[in-house]
């Protein structure tokens, strides 16, 4: 198994449909596997052990991507928002690496030991103008196909593994080959990245759907690409949808009549903001997907069907699915374990595990963390409901423990959300005497709204229990966020011990990612 | 006659047909296809081995079961020859459409 094969087959099965797009830019299925072919003709010469691409989406991603497949090398896209001295740290772990990136920063790369640096304009233009290499590529599924380093909130970034079974699995077990239609076309706006960019790529190549590469999200140009390439499919993340509401919302116009399909991830997904976006968005059916990068992208799915009959329903089991992640796709399996390993039933809380062949658990270096009976420990806490929706409820790690109580953060926060005067809402545990820990809540008041902390609280105490009640409430002007639009509780938290405030650290909903 | 493991690469020994193993039935199969076993890594066809065209031909990209539902085979390279399970012709599997997530 190998990436590349994906894309022979889209080849073979339809070439002349138009793979990809960036502007006025265009590669045909014929094309973008010539131009592969060809790249990885260049990535042998060179001697690379990696190939890595700095750059926004560009043609040069797609390229690369089956390009180091073909080769036979990891391909590591890597996050262009990194200072220059992270990313030179970085690129000292991949050496020696052929390093594809946006023209501006090509010269502040140069002198790096082990690197061979080319703009994205060269490697394009060379790929496409080659004539094709011979298209033979290795086999052996065990090969790693991408490292993706993920942003860690302490110390250095680690690399997750993606192995060519784990990414050709997910597509198989997935996507139906050649099921587009002809005039399908995906919005991508999801950074190269994220694990998230690169399943766009091998989905849409697969299912024969034209990509349109929007290089970075603006709430204006996502619209009016969407409506001027007359877009059908479409990710984004919470914060991304959040600011796509709004501008339409202010516009008074809201049709996207192209648009059937919007899928959504990579952090919590406010309520209020999807009951909002299926009511300007009538006609579009979104799907929820839940996944890792160690999981090869998405491992749950909340169909449109699912979120119509959860919008629609007066049963609150049904209700409450919308904020779900869905049900499990029927090549993984999900179970609920708590602490001793005990498998547990409907409704009760406990870590999530996985297991399926696309599941790859793996850091570089440190090994695979996929149990001997197959199962993945992902360290997010959950619940299944009687019918197999999946509820997520954060990181095992943010699990307050107080007084020898497990206490979700989640949970917490959900309720302290339902206020209106509430904006936005962070529980963690601080170091208590006492109790071991004590539940701090860190809360941000709509401009112009007011709430006490005595409210807070007992707003907590009637609908959980006493002792989910915060024992302090503090207000802020905004919480930290990675730029996926994930709430860092860590940060909260080691802020709060440290007494110190929330400064300009914050990435204040950070407008692109997933994941 | 081997045991098949998912993932693994057949090709056919009589016509351009490969296929990737998605699931597998424990214990030994024999795949053919155009009449003739399939062929794993580095495995040569027999000499003189000829396509039987009686069924239908592979199609790229479709999924292909048996009866029983524990084999599941996509073809990745379309060919003449058909595909059976130790004599049991298989047949195209229907996709249930998944919502595309990414």
Known sequence: MNTMMLLEMAESGFGSRVAVQNGPDRLTYSELFGAASAAAGKLRASNAQKMAVLDVNSLAVPIGLFASGCAGIPFVPLNYRLTGDELERLIARIAPCYLVAEPERVSGLADLPGTTVVSREEFVASARSAGPDSAEWPMDAEDIAVLLFTSGTTGEPKAAVLRHRHLVSYIFGSVEFGSADETDAALVSVPPYHVAGVASILSSVYAGRRIVQLPAFSPGEWIDLARSERITNAMVVPTMLVRIIDALDGTGSTALADLRALSYGGARMPLPVIEKAMTLMPNTGFTNAYGLTETSSTITVLSPDDHRAAAASDDWTVRRRLGSVGRALPSIEVEIRDEDGTVLGPGERGEIFVRGEQISGEYLGAGSRIGADGWFQTRDGGWLDADGYLFIEGRIDDVIVRGGENISPGEVEEVILEDEAVADCAVVGVPDEQWGEAIVAVVVVHEGRTVTPEEIQERVRQRLRSSRMPARVEFRDELPYNETGKLLRRKVRADLVAGAGFAAASAAGGVAGAR | ?102
Request: hydrophobic residues 40%.
């Open chain 2, 1 to 102: 006659m081997a045991q098949l493991k998912v993932g693994a690469r057949l090709r056919s020994a009589v016509c351009a047909t490969e296929v990737i193993v998605v699931a597998a039935p424990a214990g030994d199969v024999d795949i053919s296809c155009g009449g003739v076993p399939m062929l794993g890594a580095g495995e040569e066809a027999p000499n003189g081995a000829t396509l039987d065209s009686s069924g239908e031909p592979t199609l790229l990209g479709k999924r292909y079961t048996n009866a029983a539902g524990d084999l599941e085979l996509l073809c990745t390279k379309a060919g003449d020859g058909s595909l059976s399970l130790g004599g049991e012709r298989l047949v195209t599997k229907d996709a249930k459409p998944l919502p595309s997530s990414d």
